[in-house]
């Protein structure tokens, strides 16, 4: 699913950037410079920059248009949603998951890891720069029907 959904962001690109000959300095919306005949091109976005490739195109486009997944605010929900709000220790009463993550740190982050996994896993989530930055799936499908 994430190579698909990889090339129809490549589309995406393709459609928001322009073919641009940086030796003659101008846009080619044909894909061939006019004045040099060259098919070698940058890509441009108008406002933002031009660049070879188009994996900067498709970056720019995933931070300007969809929010990143936050991993750990993620996890925090579903454990608030599976374990009671407070938990009871003697005669005081906790946050339950400020009470995990301060009195186990190792096993909290080595739970998140497994919660990362599984979300990556069952393709949740994706993501397109080895895990540094995670998006929803069903935002992205949103983001290139539209």
Wanted: contains cysteine; glycine residues 6%; aromatic residues 10%.
């Amino acid at each position: 699913m994430q190579n698909e959904i990889k090339k129809q962001l490549e589309e995406l690109a393709y459609k928001r950037s322009i073919p641009f000959c940086y030796s003659d300095y101008m846009e080619c919306p044909s894909g061939r410079c006019l004045k040099c005949g060259s098919d070698d091109l940058m890509r441009l976005v108008p406002g933002v920059g031009c660049e070879w490739g188009i994996e900067w195109v498709i970056q720019h486009i995933l931070e300007t248009e969809l929010e990143a997944v936050d991993l750990e605010e993620s996890f925090e929900e579903s454990i608030r949603e599976l374990y009671p709000e407070t938990t009871k220790v003697g005669w005081m009463e906790f946050d339950t998951v400020k009470l995990m993550k301060e009195n186990d740190p190792v096993g909290w982050r080595c739970a998140l890891a497994d919660y990362e996994s599984e979300e990556l896993g069952e393709g949740n989530i994706l993501s397109f720069d080895n895990g540094s930055t995670n998006y929803r799936t069903s935002d992205l499908l949103e983001l290139i029907e539209a």
